[in-house]
């Protein structure tokens, strides 16, 4: 063969061979895989951002002065916000940043303070009649539009407190050992190292770097910052000169191609962590919640005030403690249990003592002087005031022996305790406790229902006796003066104070009626 056929059978076998090696090489992962970390390495060595050096895996003090730029700025903010992200007055403040001064006006009318203050003058269905206008009035700013910003905003917000939490400073002290924790006096001198010791700690970076918004409302949102921490939390325009160089890194993508080539992975891909919170659904519905509690603490407090003074009306005191076994303490045990225990406590507690320290002895000594000494127009009133009379004193008698059969030893009160300790390893145990419980609070419902019946007619009696004293001709007891000489005090005078103290007792009564009606 001559040296022309030589050589023209070597470059076909030349050629042969390469195309088959072409094709040998397609579909082969490892060689796809070089291909593209190749590529991936000449944009990173032809990139304008010096951060990387491909040959060795390098990363460079350019991408260490990048993070630098980074720190300085952010590292006040670091300091301030810290668990910002969990706080709900922050959420108060970035919504409080969209309102105009009449809606914050409007705003102001719903807090605790100014409905206390308003709650002194007006009473309890105007408060709750403007309060529930305002409320109104306040939910209807919030539009859709308005609620997508605000939820935007915050969502920016909490995007920005991730990137500015982000360790910084672990990252940059690889870059140089000497760096001093948020000192930014005296300038670092970064060196290149190997592009290993950051691979990890940029793709956490990236999970905060990419969900920045860089065109946000930037303002808007240091403002709300500032309104939370009272101080500047970031320099703004700082931060406004910093923004450009961080939406020209991101849209490079050049930390994720670091990431690429050093892990040799041309196919790994960030995970950016996204915000997603709503805050102005939440916000209303706390805002009416805490509107409804306040407005049920007012009634509350109105109306143990308002029981307070009847009670002291009644017994000089607001502390009358007569009820030893049926008591509010006793329910301690009945709560652990998810029990609502003595219903009627209070009540039963002021109608013990009406019933034994004052209904037993003075209205008794008069009663017995208007029905021994009277002379009664008609037996049928005087036989209506006996029979209500009597009616008192026999539930005294029973109260008494219905708060005693409570006791340890007593018979409903030791099948009480028994089922009380037995409950915890027998779930039919509080059935029957439950049973137990409506069955003794419906008597002593009935007693109070009995007893203001009762009270009540005694003093329409009362009230109807004081008419017919101060009239010049008597329609219903004709001897006054005779009954005045046998009693040990003035009658009239007598009279009017038991009236009174029944009506007070009766309201006393009614209060406790009232919220066991609206239950």
Same mark, same amino acid.
């Given at each position: 063969m001559?040296?022309?056929?030589s050589?023209? !059978?070597? %470059?076909?076998?030349g ?8 094709f040998?090489? &397609? %579909?082969d992962?490892d ?12 944009d990173? #060595? /032809? ?10 895996? *390098? ?6 002065k ?9 590292? =006040?903010?670091?300091v ?5 992200? #969990? #706080? !709900?007055?922050? /959420?108060?403040?970035?919504i409080?940043s969209f ?18 203050e ?9 408060l ?8 109104t ?7 859709g539009?308005?609620? /997508?910003?605000?939820d ?24 140089d ?10 300038a ?7 592009? *290993? ?6 793709? +956490? ?12 409302e930037w ?11 009272n101080?500047d939390?970031?320099q ?7 923004? =450009?160089?961080?939406?020209?890194v ?14 040799k ?9 996204? =915000? ?8 209303? %519905?706390k ?13 509350? *407090? ?15 005191t ?13 329910n301690v045990?009945? !709560?652990?249990? &998810?029990?609502?225990g003595f219903?009627q ?7 013990? !003592? ?9 209205i ?15 037996n ?8 209500a009379?009597?009616v ?15 006791a ?11 089922a009380?300790?037995?409950? +915890?390893?027998?779930? +039919? ?9 409506? +069955?003794?609070?419906?008597?002593a419902? %009935?007693?109070?229902?009995k007893?203001?019946v009762?009270l009540i007619?005694?003093g ?18 004709l ?8 009693a #040990?005090r ?7 104070e ?18 066991e009606?609206?239950?």
């Amino acid at each position: 063969m001559s040296t022309q056929d030589s050589k023209e !059978a070597g %470059g076909s076998g030349g050629l042969v061979q390469r195309v088959l090696s072409f094709f040998a090489g &397609m %579909g082969d992962p490892d060689s796809d895989k070089k291909k593209l970390l190749k590529g991936i390495g000449k944009d990173l #060595s /032809r990139s304008k951002f010096k951060f990387y050096r491909p040959k060795g895996q *390098e990363a460079l003090p350019g991408l260490a002065k990048f993070f630098y730029e980074l720190y300085k700025t952010t590292a =006040p903010a670091q300091v301030l916000l810290g668990n910002a992200s #969990s #706080s !709900a007055a922050l /959420r108060s403040f970035v919504i409080e940043s969209f309102l105009s001064r009449e809606q914050r006006e409007l705003s102001e009318l719903l807090t605790e303070a100014t409905i206390l203050e308003r709650s002194k003058t007006l009473s309890l269905k105007d408060l709750q009649d403007e309060a529930k206008k305002q409320m109104t009035d306040f939910y209807a700013v919030f539009d859709g539009e308005m609620s /997508r910003q605000i939820d935007q905003t915050y969502t920016t917000l909490l995007s920005f407190i991730n990137f500015v939490s982000f360790d910084y400073y672990f990252l940059l002290k690889k870059f140089d050992s000497g760096l001093m924790e948020r000192t930014f006096s005296k300038a670092p001198h970064f060196d290149s190292i190997n592009g *290993e010791y950051i691979a990890e700690d940029l793709a +956490d970076f990236l999970e905060v770097f990419l969900p920045l918004d860089a065109e946000a409302e930037w303002r808007r949102i240091f403002e709300a910052l500032k309104a939370y921490r009272n101080a500047d939390v970031i320099q703004a325009d700082a931060w406004m000169k910093l923004l =450009p160089a961080i939406a020209e890194v991101r849209k490079s993508q050049i930390l994720e191609q670091i990431v690429r080539h050093v892990k040799k992975d041309p196919n790994w891909m960030p995970t950016a962590r996204y =915000p997603n919170e709503r805050i102005v659904e939440p916000f209303l %519905g706390k805002l009416k919640t805490q509107l409804e509690t306040l407005i049920q603490r007012i009634i509350k *407090e109105r109306r143990n005030a308002k029981i307070d003074e009847v009670a002291k009306m009644v017994f000089g005191t607001t502390i009358v403690l007569r009820m030893k076994n049926y008591t509010e303490k006793a329910n301690v045990i009945f !709560a652990k249990k &998810m029990l609502g225990g003595f219903t009627q406590a209070p009540a039963l507690n002021y109608l013990k !003592a009406y019933l034994i320290d004052y209904f037993k002895k003075d209205i008794r000594e008069i009663v017995d002087i208007l029905i021994i000494r009277g002379q009664w127009t008609t037996n049928i009133q005087m036989q209506q005031l006996a029979d209500a009379y009597h009616v008192l004193l026999e539930i005294s008698d029973q109260l008494i022996a219905f708060d005693e059969g409570l006791a340890d030893e007593g018979e409903t009160g030791s099948r009480l305790k028994s089922a009380v300790m037995k409950s +915890d390893r027998d779930k +039919d145990q509080v059935k029957y406790l439950r049973t137990m419980l409506k +069955d003794v609070n419906e008597k002593a419902s %009935g007693f109070v229902s009995k007893a203001g019946v009762n009270l009540i007619a005694v003093g329409r009696h009362f009230k109807v006796l004081i008419e017919d004293y101060d009239r010049p001709h008597h329609e219903i007891v004709l001897n006054w003066k005779e009954i005045e000489s046998a009693a #040990s005090r003035p009658v009239r005078e007598w009279l009017v104070e038991v009236y009174k103290k029944i009506y007070y007792i009766v309201q006393l009564l009614q209060y406790y009626a009232k919220e066991e009606g609206g239950r």
